[in-house]
């Protein structure tokens, strides 16, 4: 099965600086990496996913990044503000599995 | 219009009694999942409904089952609660695995 492992599992920045958080699969046949985003008493939400076709996809202050061959991938959040303080998380998926498979959660403080 | 519901939202219950959760979407989605959130955050997937099968995680206990009584509802049955069962419980679906899922607001359960 797939193995996902993210990190850090805590995160503070100040406001305005970027955050980076980084997950590492293991099966190189997963094509599909959505992040999800979960404020604090409230449901996990998907903010960006990206595709093994490409490489880089961006929406405003979001952008995640894929390397398939070293099989990572990572969320960069620029010009944080502090409504972005959640916990965020990634996950996996290859063509033909039955679930996502989550990494283990990056509590992200923005510091004002 | 809410995408996905759960009820209740919390749940107080002595050890050893059987209780149900509630999930409905609106959303028209073929596949809908049964998520366990414990006190660290991890998210573990518990079951997948797509197309009237069922894809159990084989880590959980058979004391969970989930019920569909139609491609809009999946509910879980869980009997002889235990202290290690307490936790948020999320309801999600999506048009596919590969697709965004869409959580429902989460049932607090809380074993006492």
């Known amino acids: 099965g797939e193995n996902v492992e993210q990190h850090p599992s805590t995160l503070s920045v100040q406001e305005g600086d970027s955050a980076v958080i980084k997950c590492t699969y293991s099966d190189s046949a997963s094509n599909y990496f959505p992040w999800y985003k979960q404020e604090l008493g409230k449901r996990p939400q998907l903010i960006i996913d990206?595709?093994?076709?490409?490489g880089e996809k961006k929406d405003q202050r979001i952008a995640v990044t894929l390397n398939k061959t070293a099989k990572h991938f990572s969320l960069h959040i620029t010009e944080t503000q502090p409504e972005d303080s959640a916990v965020y998380f990634c996950a996996a998926l290859k063509t033909g599995a039955n679930n996502l498979f989550f990494g283990t959660g990056t509590r992200l403080t923005v510091i004002p | 219009d809410t995408a996905v519901s759960q009820t209740p939202k919390y749940l107080v219950t002595q050890m050893g009694n059987d209780k149900s959760i509630k999930c409905e979407q609106n959303l028209g989605h073929d596949t809908m999942y049964w998520y366990k959130q414990d006190s660290k955050k991890f998210l573990k997937i518990m079951f997948s409904y797509n197309n009237k099968e069922l894809i159990i995680n084989e880590t959980v206990p058979n004391r969970f089952s989930p019920k569909s009584p139609d491609k809009a509802h999946l509910n879980l049955h869980i009997n002889s609660l235990e202290l290690g069962d307490s936790a948020v419980y999320f309801c999600?679906?999506?048009?596919?695995?590969?697709?965004?899922?869409?959580f429902g607001p989460g049932t607090r359960l809380t074993v006492l």
């Open positions: 999600a679906s999506s048009r596919s695995l590969a697709h965004e899922q869409f």
């Open positions: 990206i595709r093994s076709n490409v």
